[in-house]
C-alpha cells in the first residue's frame, strides 16, 4: 500500500517553493527573511518551519528537482539508443543551460552574493553525483582509473566555473556555453 500524501501539505509545498523561486530572482536567497517568504507563500513562520530550516533549504530543493528531471529525460534518450555519445553530451548540456537560463536571475544573484555560495555549492554537489555515477555506468575504456571523487569533483567545478562564466557575460549565448562545456568534456565522456 502506498503512503498518500496530504493534499494541503503539498500545496504549502507547492506555495513555498515558487515564492523563494520569485523572491531568489529578486533578491539573494541569504538577504530572504523567513517571514517574508512565509507571508509571499501565505503560510505561517510554523508552517514553513514544519518542513523546512532556511529559505535555502527551499531554493536548493526546487533547483535540484529541475535538474533532476533532465536527468530523467537523458535516461529516457539513452534507453531509445537513438542518439550517439556526442550528441547525448551536447544534448544533456543543452539541458543543463536551459535550466539555468530558466532560473537565471536567482543564478545571478546567488553566484554575486558572497553570502549565497551554498546555491553554487549546491550546483556543484549536484554535478559532482552525476558524474559519479556516469563513471560508475560508463563502459568507455579511456575512463580514468584513479579517484573517481577527485575527478568528479574536478569536472563538476569546472562546469560550474563555465556556467558562472556565462552569467558574468551578457554577450555569450547558450550556443557559446554548450560548444565551450562540450569542448572541455573529457574524451571518455562520450
Partial sequence: MTERIDPRITRTIDALEHAVVELAGQQPVS?????????????????????YDTPLDVLIGVLTA???????REEQWRAEGRYTGAELLRLTTAQVVDHVERFRAVYRH???????????????????GYAREFMARTIHPDVPRTNHDVVAAFVAHGFAGAIRAWLDDDTLTKPDLVDAAVACAPTWWS
Avoid: E
Avoid at 501565505?42 to 518542513?51: E, G, I, K, L, S
Avoid at 529541475?66 to 530523467?72: A, C, I, K, M, T
Avoid at 546567488?110 to 559532482?128: K, M, Q
Fill in 31 to 51: 538577504r530572504i527573511s523567513i517571514a517574508a517568504l512565509a507571508d509571499r507563500a501565505q503560510v505561517t513562520r510554523a508552517t514553513f518551519y514544519n518542513h
Fill in 66 to 72: 529541475d535538474l533532476d528531471r533532465g536527468h530523467q
Fill in 110 to 128: 546567488a553566484l554575486a552574493d558572497p553570502a549565497d555560495r551554498g546555491v553554487y555549492d549546491a550546483l556543484v554537489h549536484h554535478f559532482t
